[in-house]
C-alpha cells in the first residue's frame, strides 16, 4: 500500500521531527520503504540533459513500475532488458518505450518472443553461438542492431562484472566480422563493473574497444559504455558524474568510427540509488550489534553479502545527543549469514524500539527482496525530503539543507 505523506517533506522540519511524527502515529512493526520520486526524476533529468548520447535505464537495478513511469516521465525513452519477464514488465507499463535486449546469454524462445511480440531489435550477444542463435530466433531478420559485448577490467569498479561475458581479444575480430554482416547497424558495449570510482574506468574500457574496432577493420554504428555510473555511499564519494561524461565523450570522439556514430549508457545504480531508504525497527540490542526487522533477505542483500555500507540514521525525537558509535546488524531470519558487518555509525544510546533510516537503497535493494523465513514487507510511503546523499544535489544546497535537517 502507498501512502502520500507530504509532512515528511517539509524542508523547515528537522527529519527526525517528521518522520518521528510518521513512526509516532504507527508505530510499524514491519519495515517501512520510503519513496523519493523527485530524486529519480532529477537522475534522470541529468542523465538525459548531461549524459553526451543515449542513456537507457537497466531495468534489474529496480523494476518498480513506479519508478519505470518518473524515468519515463523525465526523458528516458530506452530500456535495458534481460528477460522476457523484463521485457513483459516494460512493455507493459511503459507503451511507447523502446527495449534493448543487452543480456549476451539469452533463451532463443525469450529472443523471438521479444522481437514478434514486443518489437524488440537491440541485442547483445558475445558468442558466435549466440550470434546463430538470435539470427534462428528471428527467422534471418535484416532490422538488427546487434551489440557486441567486450570483455573489460573491472579494477575501478566496487563490484566486477569481469568474468561471466564478454569476447576475450583472441575472439572479437572474428565475432565482431559475423556481426557485422548479419546486423542492420553493429554496436561494441562493455560493462566496466558496478559503482565505478573513478571515470578511467571508462577510458580504458574504450581503449579496448578501439584495439577491437582495428583489429576487425569493420564499420561500427554504436558504442554503448554499458552502467557502472556510481552514487554515492559511505566511504566511496566519487568525483562528479560530468567528470564521468567528460571522459566518455572524450574517448567516443577519437574512436575510429562513423561521425553518424551513436553513443549509449545504460546507467542503473546511478538513476535510481536515490529513490528510495528503508525505516527498519531495533528489536533488540546486544552490545555493539542491532537485530533489526530487514536483512540479507530483505532490501539489504548487499549490505550482508558484499558489505556494502549504507548511510544510516537514527529517527527518535527528541533526537539523541550521545555520541556514535559503530554497530554491526543482524537480520529478522533465523540464519547466521544474515548479518550486516558495517560498520553504521549511530548513537551510543541506541536501544529496542528504535527506528533507524538506512538510505540509499533504491539500487539493488528493494529488487532483491524475498519472503523467505516471512519476514519482508511492501509498505511503502512516497516522501519529499531529500535522499541522504546525492550525486545531484548541488553543494551548497546539500549544506543549506543539512543545517537545517540536522
Ligand atoms: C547490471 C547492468 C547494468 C547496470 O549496471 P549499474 O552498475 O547498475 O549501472 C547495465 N548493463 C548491463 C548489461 C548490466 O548487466
Redesign the pocket.
Known amino acids: 500500500m502507498v501512502k502520500h505523506h507530504r509532512a515528511l517533506g517539509l524542508a523547515t522540519a528537522p527529519l527526525g521531527v517528521t518522520c518521528g511524527i510518521d513512526i509516532a502515529n504507527g508505530h510499524p512493526a514491519q519495515p517501512v520503504t520510503l519513496v523519493r520520486p523527485h530524486a529519480a526524476a532529477r537522475a534522470a533529468r541529468f542523465f538525459v540533459e548531461k549524459f553526451p548520447g543515449r542513456s537507457m535505464y ?1 531495468v ?2 529496480n523494476p518498480s513500475p513506479d519508478l519505470l513511469q518518473i524515468l519515463w516521465d523525465n526523458g528516458i525513452t530506452h530500456y ?1 532488458v ?1 528477460s522476457i519477464a523484463e521485457v513483459r514488465l516494460v512493455a507493459r507499463t511503459l507503451p511507447g518505450a523502446i527495449l534493448c535486449f ?1 543480456h549476451p546469454v539469452k533463451a532463443e524462445e525469450a529472443i523471438r518472443d521479444a522481437y514478434e511480440t514486443y518489437g524488440v531489435r537491440t541485442f547483445s550477444l558475445d558468442s558466435i553461438e549466440e550470434l546463430e542463435k538470435i539470427m534462428r530466433a528471428t527467422n534471418g531478420a535484416t532490422d538488427l542492431t546487434l551489440c557486441v559485448r567486450l570483455r573489460v577490467s573491472s579494477d575501478l569498479s566496487k563490484l566486477s ?1 569481469a568474468s561471466k561475458f564478454g569476447a576475450v581479444p583472441g575472439e572479437t575480430k572474428e565475432l565482431l566480422f559475423a556481426a557485422r554482416q548479419a546486423a542492420d547497424a553493429l554496436g561494441i558495449c562493455f ?1 566496466v563493473g ?2 565505478a570510482m573513478a571515470p578511467d574506468a571508462y577510458a580504458n574500457a574504450m581503449e579496448r574497444v578501439r584495439e577491437a574496432i582495428v583489429e576487425a577493420a569493420v564499420t561500427v554504428d554504436v558504442i554503448d559504455v ?4 556510481p552514487s554515492v555511499y559511505p566511504g566511496m564519494e566519487p568525483t562528479s558524474l560530468e567528470r564521468y561524461f567528460e571522459t566518455i565523450h572524450r574517448c567516443f570522439e577519437s574512436l575510429p568510427i562513423s561521425y553518424s556514430a551513436e553513443l549509449w549508457a ?5 538513476l535510481c540509488a536515490e529513490y528510495s531508504s528503508l525505516i527498519v525497527r531495533v528489536e533488540r540490542r546486544r552490545g555493539d550489534e542491532l537485530y533489526i526487522n530487514d536483512g540479507a533477505y530483505g532490501a539489504l542483500f548487499d549490505a550482508a553479502h558484499i558489505g556494502w555500507r549504507f548511510p544510516v540514521r537514527l529517527l527518535r525525537e527528541p533526537a539523541s545527543n550521545t555520541r556514535e558509535m559503530p554497530f554491526s546488524f543482524y537480520g529478522p531470519t533465523c540464519d547466521d549469514l544474515d548479518h550486516m558487518a558495517g560498520p553504521f555509525e549511530l548513537p551510543a544510546d541506541i536501544r529496542a524500539g528504535d527506528y533507524i533510516e538506512i538510505g540509499m537503497l533504491g ?1 539493488y535493494g528493494a529488487a532483491m527482496r524475498t519472503a523467505f523465513n516471512g519476514f519482508g514487507s511492501d509498505e511503502t510511503v512516497i516522501v519529499t525530503d531529500e535522499p541522504m546523499a546525492s550525486l545531484y544535489v548541488e553543494p551548497e544546497t546539500e549544506v543549506a539543507s543539512n543545517v537545517v535537517t540536522l
Not at 226 to 229: I, S, V
Not at 266 to 270: L, Q, W
Request: hydrophobic share 40%.
Open positions: 537497466a534489474k537495478a535495458d534481460a543487452m562484472l560493462h558496478s559503482q554499458g552502467g557502472g555510473f545504460e546507467p542503473g545504480r546511478a539500487a
